[in-house]
């Protein structure tokens, strides 16, 4: 059975807390202004280890695709996000060994490139950070991550996060529920928030 949240090791509970206050996860070794030929890859649960990667141009060409000229709606933007957010995981898994990563922390757990929700929504965040820097967002915008907490919704569990632009909409883009290169869902952060998972209905 999945557990309902991302489960921390202890000394990894300050990091989810401050990811509340919207800050993205920084430290040394994470570039903080990542581009396609030079970005940074968290795993091992909690950004343990960290691999500096870069993508060929035809890799990012694959990864954008989904995004070029595709998207007269913010419906349809987001549908494309996941799938290029997918088609990059897919990469760098092969680049980095994180292709065994299972959706959620008990399937992988303690295995090497196993990814928590850290993990996942710093390196989210950092593939839509490119997207966005590069102008392949045109209905959203990034924002920073955030966290739920809550007695019924179980531990901290953080996810990267875009805005609509018209609506102001904000929704969880939130690659952890799923195993590695599979399509995250993009689900309004208030319903995310609520404790929203997979086959729950979005209100």
């Known amino acids: 059975m999945q557990t309902r949240g991302c489960f921390l090791p202890a000394c990894a509970l300050l990091a989810a807390f401050r990811a509340v206050t919207a800050q993205p996860f920084v430290r040394g070794d994470i570039i903080t202004d990542p581009e396609p030929e030079r970005f940074s890859v968290c795993f091992d649960h909690t950004c343990r280890s960290v691999a500096r990667e870069s993508l060929s141009g035809?890799?990012?060409d694959a990864v954008t695709a989904p995004l070029n000229s595709c998207c007269t709606t913010g419906a349809a933007e987001r549908a494309a996000i996941a799938e290029a957010v997918a088609i990059m995981e897919k990469i760098v898994g092969e680049h980095t060994?994180?292709?065994r990563d299972k959706g959620g922390n008990i399937k992988g757990f303690?295995?090497?490139?196993?990814?928590?929700?850290?993990?996942?929504?710093?390196?989210?965040?950092?593939?839509?950070?490119?997207?966005?820097?590069?102008?392949?967002?045109r209905h959203h915008r990034l924002v920073d991550r955030v966290t739920r907490f809550g007695l019924f919704i179980g531990v901290p569990h953080t996810t990267a996060v875009i805005q609509d632009l018209e609506t102001g909409t904000r929704y969880a883009v939130d690659t952890w529920f799923f195993d590695n290169g599979q399509a995250p869902p993009v689900v309004e952060l208030s319903a995310w928030k609520s404790g929203w998972r997979p086959g729950s209905r979005q209100p």
């Open 110 to 137: 303690g295995q090497p490139g196993q990814m928590d929700c850290i993990d996942e929504s710093t390196n989210t965040h950092t593939y839509l950070y490119m997207l966005e820097k590069a102008g392949y967002l």
């Open 97 to 99: 060994g994180t292709s």
């Open 58 to 60: 035809a890799e990012w």
